[in-house]
């Protein structure tokens, strides 16, 4: 396609439709793209002047009125209305006061997932067994020290304990 004779038909200086001509033909544009022009599309070609956006959409839409078939309107139309709810839908999910789409907690998920897991790796952990008892070691200040032992043979605690008493 001729995009500078396309362009020219437009309100824009030859300097810059020279440029936007240079600039579609690299972004390899054919005249069935005309239908699925936006604002997006040109500023991310580099088209930052929305004046110069607005040109060649209100060009883009004398051109989908004659020529494009009707199956290209309705996928346009199709398109539009996508990105437009996309945008809109996103806009309400991020207000923290939306009725409408509230934001979602993904905490409680975070939490059974953690439980799971810990579930998991107690079930395939072997059981150690901890043993209470007096040791003989005494604490500085005169008293017997109560010693936590790990790997020990395991003692049946009540019986641990009377004897522990009896001694006293």
């Known amino acids: 396609m001729d995009w500078f004779s396309w362009l020219s038909k437009t309100d824009l200086e030859p300097s810059l439709v020279t440029h936007y001509a240079l600039t579609f033909v690299r972004n390899e544009l054919q005249q069935d793209d005309i239908a699925y022009f936006s604002h997006d599309l040109l500023q991310s070609m580099g088209i930052s002047v929305a004046k110069h956006r607005l040109e060649i959409l209100k060009l883009a839409m004398k051109e989908k009125g004659r020529g494009i078939h009707p199956m290209l309107w309705f996928i346009f139309a199709i398109k539009h209305t996508k990105t437009f ?8 999910v991020h207000h923290e006061n939306s009725a409408l789409v509230p934001k979602r907690n993904y905490s409680w998920k975070w939490k059974v997932a953690m439980l799971q897991r810990n579930k998991k790796l107690r079930a395939t ?12 070691s005494v604490a500085p200040s ?12 395991t003692v049946d605690f009540q019986s641990s304990c009377s004897d522990q008493k009896s001694k006293h």
Do not use: F, V, W
């Open 125 to 136: 952990m072997p059981q150690r067994q901890m043993m209470l008892t007096y040791g003989d």
């Open 85 to 92: 709810l996309a945008k809109h839908i996103e806009g309400l």
């Open 142 to 153: 005169g008293q017997k020290m109560l010693m936590l032992t790990n790997g020990s043979p």
